[in-house]
C-alpha cells in the first residue's frame, strides 16, 4: 500500500492533466456583455461564466429596485469598485427581470440564463458536493481554503441584507437560482470556514451575487444553430481524480455520433463499457461508479469510427 500511496503522488506531480482546471468552454471562451467581457469555465457537461455577474446601475443598499425598464445592482458598502471585484448583487425579481419562469434568461446575456437549483445542483454533484473545489484561491480559510480545482473561480462577495445592511463579504458567498421554493427563491452558499455546499430559501428582497450558465447546457439551445455546437470531439479529464467511487466523465461532439466509452485495467482488459450506441451534439457527461472495483490505475477510451483518446483515472479506496 505505501509504494501505491508513492505512485499516486508520482503521477500527481507529473500527471499535468489531472485536473482539468478552468477549462474555458469550447468555442467560447470568453463573453462580451454590457461593456465588459467575462470568460467561460467548462465543467462537466456546463458552461458557467466564470465571474459573477456585474451589470445596471448602482442603487443605495437602502432602496428596494423596480421594475423601471433599466437593471440596477447593490455594491456592497454602496462601493463600485466591490462590484468591480465582486460583481453586483441582485433582489430576486430585478435578477429575473419580473418573470417566474425557471431558468428564465433575467439579467444575463443572450443564450445564458439564470440557473436552476437543479443546475447547481448537478453541479455540486459534479464536484462531489466540495466547496472549496468551487473557491478561487484565496477565498476561505482552514479546512475552507479554496482550492479553485473546477475553475469556477467563486468569491465570498457577501449579501445584501433585508433592510439595506450589507455584510459577510469574506465569509459566505450567496449565489442566486431561478427556482421558487413556494415564493422564495432558492440560492446556493459556500463558507468561509469548511468545504461544504449549502441550499436554502431566503426572502426575494435580499441581494445575492448571479452566476450564469449556458442555454445549451440544459437543452435549451437552438440546435439549428451551429455556432453553439462544439466544432471539434473532446475527451476531458475525469473528476474528481483520485475519486472514490464514483467519478464523471465529459466529452463534447460536433454532430450525432456511434461511439463506445469503455473503461481499462492497467493489464489492457476491459473491465467495464459505461456506453455504446449514438449521442446527439453537443457535451454530454457519463458517470463511472467503481464501487465494484479495487483501488488503482484505469484507463477510459473514447472510440468512434474517425477517433479514439485514451485518458488515465486513479480509483483509491
Not at 462531489?128 to 468551487?134: A, E, H, S, W
Not at 450589507?166 to 422564495?184: C, K
Not at 459505461?274 to 457527461?285: D, I, P, Q, R, Y
Request: proline residues 4%.
Amino acid at each position: 500500500m505505501k509504494h501505491f500511496f508513492l505512485f499516486l503522488l508520482f503521477l500527481l506531480l507529473i500527471g499535468g492533466n489531472i485536473y482539468a482546471q478552468g477549462t474555458p468552454c469550447p468555442g467560447t471562451p470568453t463573453v462580451t456583455y454590457s461593456g465588459k467581457t467575462y470568460n467561460t469555465v467548462q465543467i462537466g457537461s456546463q458552461c458557467w461564466l466564470k465571474e459573477n455577474l456585474d451589470v445596471g446601475v448602482m442603487i443605495n443598499g437602502t432602496d428596494t429596485m423596480k421594475n423601471n425598464g433599466f437593471i440596477e445592482k447593490y455594491c456592497y458598502n454602496n462601493d463600485p469598485a466591490n462590484c468591480a471585484t465582486y460583481g453586483g448583487l441582485y433582489q430576486w425579481n430585478e435578477a429575473m427581470q419580473y418573470v417566474t419562469a425557471d431558468g428564465s434568461q433575467g439579467i444575463c446575456p443572450s443564450d445564458w440564463h439564470i440557473p436552476k437549483f437543479a443546475e447547481f445542483e448537478l453541479l455540486s454533484n459534479y464536484v462531489n458536493n466540495d466547496g472549496n473545489t468551487l473557491k478561487a484561491i484565496g477565498q476561505g480559510t482552514g479546512s475552507g481554503s479554496g482550492t479553485n480545482i473546477s475553475g469556477f473561480s467563486a468569491l465570498l462577495s457577501g449579501r445584501r441584507f433585508s433592510n439595506g445592511v450589507f455584510d459577510r463579504m469574506g465569509e459566505l458567498g450567496y449565489f442566486l437560482t431561478s427556482t421558487l421554493r413556494v415564493n422564495d427563491p432558492y440560492h446556493l452558499t459556500l463558507y468561509t470556514d469548511e468545504s461544504r455546499i449549502g441550499f436554502y430559501d431566503d426572502n426575494k428582497v435580499y441581494g445575492f451575487s448571479v452566476r450564469c450558465v449556458r442555454d445549451e447546457t440544459t437543452g435549451n439551445i437552438d440546435r439549428s444553430n451551429k455556432n453553439h455546437l462544439p466544432n471539434s470531439i473532446k475527451l476531458f479529464q475525469n473528476y474528481p481524480n483520485p475519486f472514490n467511487p464514483r467519478t464523471t466523465i465529459s466529452f463534447n461532439l460536433p454532430e450525432r455520433t456511434k461511439l463506445a466509452l469503455s473503461i481499462f485495467n492497467e493489464l489492457g482488459q476491459k473491465v467495464a463499457e459505461l456506453f455504446n450506441g449514438e449521442k446527439v451534439a453537443g457535451s454530454h457527461s457519463i458517470e463511472w461508479d467503481a464501487s465494484k472495483f479495487g483501488s488503482g490505475v484505469y484507463f477510459y477510451e473514447l472510440k468512434t469510427e474517425k477517433y479514439s483518446v485514451t485518458k488515465r483515472l486513479i480509483l483509491l479506496k
